[in-house]
């Protein structure tokens, strides 16, 4: 009985661990909800969602990506800046790079793969210093 119980302990957390869906795939659309910058030569970050801005990035089971990026005029040093998300995406176990023609920021950024989060953490593209979640929807 006790090998049993020990058994099905196992079992279920084995089970539940394979049930995470995210940590094996990331299709699906996620949607920036946190996008900091800090521009070239300021110590001061600029929320860039709080000023209008916004990014989304769908991705497909064939790692295709769609979406779009946005950022209103004088935001951050940044914008204007509307530029379509369509390329592909490069997944590993614990990063993701966007392949995109757009010459924006996210392509040039490694994002972290978490528990319903790609992150980028303290990357410096172009002298601008970022700091970004995509949240899952």
Do not use: H, K
């Not at 920036?32 to 001061?44: E, L, Y």
């Amino acid at each position: 009985m006790r090998r049993q119980l020990l058994l099905s302990g196992v079992l279920s957390v084995a089970l539940l661990g394979g049930c995470r869906g995210d940590a094996s795939e990331v299709f699906g659309t996620w949607v920036a909800t946190t996008m900091i910058v800090i521009p070239p030569g300021s110590q001061t970050g600029v929320d860039l969602l709080q000023a209008g801005s916004s990014l989304s990035i769908s991705i497909d089971a064939e790692n295709r990506t769609i979406g779009s990026l946005i950022i209103p005029a004088g935001v951050g040093g940044v914008g204007p800046l509307s530029a379509s998300m369509v390329g592909t995406a490069r997944v590993t176990s614990t990063t993701v790079e966007f392949d995109q023609a757009a010459d924006t920021f996210v392509r040039d950024l490694t994002w972290t793969r978490g528990n319903m989060t790609l992150t980028v953490s303290s990357q410096t593209v172009g002298g601008a210093t970022w700091n970004i979640v995509l949240s899952r929807i």
